[in-house]
């Protein structure tokens, strides 16, 4: 298989995948903004997964960049059980999941709705 070329074709995601293969992780929790902000501080990093699109992995010198400008305004509440597209910049938000596996820090998967 050419993971650099797979697909996200359902939300939210069973496995995370880097372009040289499966990762071994799992979700964890929801979280919200301050949650982000510390994992964020303690090295997390960014995937954004969006059905039909292969997973966009955020780097390191860009994720306090795409936190502000983009995530931040656009974040559904962790404990949300609904949202409505009408109340996010652009009609889209994402879902933001913290995974844990043999990664050296957390991911933060956003789910882009």
Known sequence: MDWARRIVTRLPLAELWTNVGLMDSQPAERVGAAKIVQLLQNGASFVVADVGKPL???SAA???SF???EVKGRLVAADATRFDLDDYPDRYCYVA???DGTSPAPIIVLMHH
């Open 56 to 58: 966009r992995w955020i």
């Open 62 to 64: 860009d994720r306090f």
């Open 67 to 69: 936190w502000r400008s």
């Open 97 to 99: 999941a913290m995974w």
